[in-house]
């Protein structure tokens, strides 16, 4: 009980308390640090949340978006440095926690209702 404390508070102090709610279906713009040479730089990556993991400091998200035809998936981790900045751009509404279904979907089937009794 005592290390589980000690662990908690060492984590608390790496936590981003920053971050806005964010719910699976929700379409969101990560600001991801890319270093290049030696100049840094942000690119936004825009998608779908596909799925939520873990809690704490180890929380994940996958976001999904559709690059010219090809499905890219990509795993962020929350309380990491190199996330700048996570913006909600539109809310969704969906009835599961896990959206895999849309890897199988193409076009006009992979759209999300939108939801809007949830601010942005």
Same mark, same amino acid.
């Given at each position: 009980?005592?290390? +589980?404390?000690?662990?908690?508070?060492?984590?608390? +102090?790496?936590?981003?308390?920053?971050?806005?709610?964010?719910?699976?279906?929700? #379409?969101?713009?990560?600001?991801?640090?890319?270093?290049?040479?030696?100049? +840094?730089?942000?690119?936004?990556? +825009?998608?779908?949340?596909?799925?939520?993991?873990?809690?704490?400091?180890?929380? #994940?998200?996958?976001?999904?978006?559709?690059?010219?035809?090809?499905?890219?998936?990509?795993?962020?981790?929350?309380?990491?440095?190199?996330?700048?900045?996570?913006?909600?751009?539109?809310?969704?509404?969906?009835?599961?926690?896990?959206?895999?279904?849309?890897?199988?979907?193409?076009?006009?089937?992979?759209?999300?209702?939108?939801?809007?009794?949830?601010?942005?």
């Amino acid at each position: 009980m005592n290390a +589980e404390k000690i662990i908690n508070d060492i984590e608390a +102090e790496y936590l981003n308390h920053t971050l806005p709610t964010i719910h699976v279906g929700d #379409t969101i713009r990560v600001g991801v640090k890319i270093v290049e040479g030696g100049k +840094e730089r942000v690119q936004p990556y +825009e998608g779908t949340v596909v799925s939520m993991r873990n809690g704490g400091i180890s929380e #994940t998200i996958t976001v999904r978006k559709v690059f010219q035809g090809v499905g890219v998936e990509r795993v962020f981790l929350l309380h990491s440095p190199r996330i700048d900045s996570i913006t909600i751009v539109r809310r969704g509404r969906v009835r599961r926690a896990k959206l895999y279904y849309l890897r199988d979907r193409v076009g006009k089937a992979t759209r999300i209702r939108q939801r809007f009794d949830r601010p942005l």
